[in-house]
């Protein structure tokens, strides 16, 4: 079985500041991956970025990276110069590599302000 | 490409009432998948399927049916509806697992009063 925690429930952070989401995992597969999602007011889930458990480099995308330490089970997902779009929730999932099935965390709501 | 859709948006439902919400993908993806979300809970997982034909329950079953009889649909069934199945629920589909992503539809926000 695979358990998400993300232990900050809100932030708040300063417009073009960068913040960074935390999100600790236990599982028992040699092989995952680990996602983060954003789901801004309007509901929709927003694919943001992929740390493969077995990726040499962390994972880059645009204003997104992701602090991968897979010793100490982390996978924190950093936001570089906050825009007040970064408004919304923040979900981390994880899988097994061979399966489809994601498990999610509970949430971290972010809050931009100007 | 509609990607995930998902119908209704909005339900209300008396308790004991069933209801079907419906899930469509044109992407072809072999996985597709339901969960509800539920403040502080973030998404939990009721029921998947790989493929048409064969479904598979998750985290949150009890109270709900589903079936695949082709690879674009996949409806999930509230037999007899509960205030505790108020909450948002969201269809997914993707490829195998690996790096693909999920692809999520727009929600359908249910409330059983």
């Known amino acids: 079985a695979q358990k998400i925690t993300q232990t900050q429930p809100g932030m708040f952070v300063q417009e073009k500041e960068a913040v960074t989401l935390d999100c600790t995992y236990d599982?028992?597969?040699?092989?995952?991956?680990l996602f983060w999602y954003k789901q801004p007011s309007s509901g929709e889930m927003i694919f943001l970025i992929y740390?493969?458990?077995?990726?040499?480099q962390n994972a880059t995308e645009g204003r997104y990276s992701l602090n991968f330490q897979k010793a100490r089970k982390s996978a924190n997902l950093v936001i570089s110069a906050s825009q007040l779009g970064d408004s919304a929730m923040y979900f981390c999932?994880?899988?097994?590599?061979?399966?489809?099935?994601?498990?999610f965390g509970a949430g971290t709501t972010v809050t931009v302000r100007a | 490409n509609a990607g995930v859709t998902q119908t209704p948006k909005f339900q209300v439902l008396k308790t004991g009432q069933s209801m079907t919400l419906q899930c469509a993908q044109d992407?072809?993806?072999?996985?597709m998948s339901w969960y509800r979300q539920d403040p502080g809970m973030g998404l939990r997982l009721i029921h998947y399927?790989?493929?048409?034909?064969?479904?598979d329950q998750g985290e949150v079953p009890n109270g709900y049916n589903v079936s695949r009889s082709t690879t674009e649909d996949f409806p999930l069934r509230l037999l007899s509806a509960a205030p505790s199945q108020t909450s948002v629920y969201f269809c997914?589909?993707?490829?195998?697992?690996?790096?693909?992503?999920?692809?999520f539809g727009p929600g359908t926000r249910l409330t059983v009063t």
């Open positions: 997914a589909s993707g490829y195998s697992g690996g790096r693909d992503e999920q692809y």
């Open positions: 599982t028992s597969d040699p092989s995952y991956g």
């Open positions: 740390q493969g458990s077995y990726d040499q």
């Open positions: 999932a994880m899988r097994a590599s061979n399966d489809y099935k994601l498990s």
């Open positions: 992407m072809n993806h072999e996985y």
């Open positions: 399927s790989v493929g048409a034909g064969i479904t």
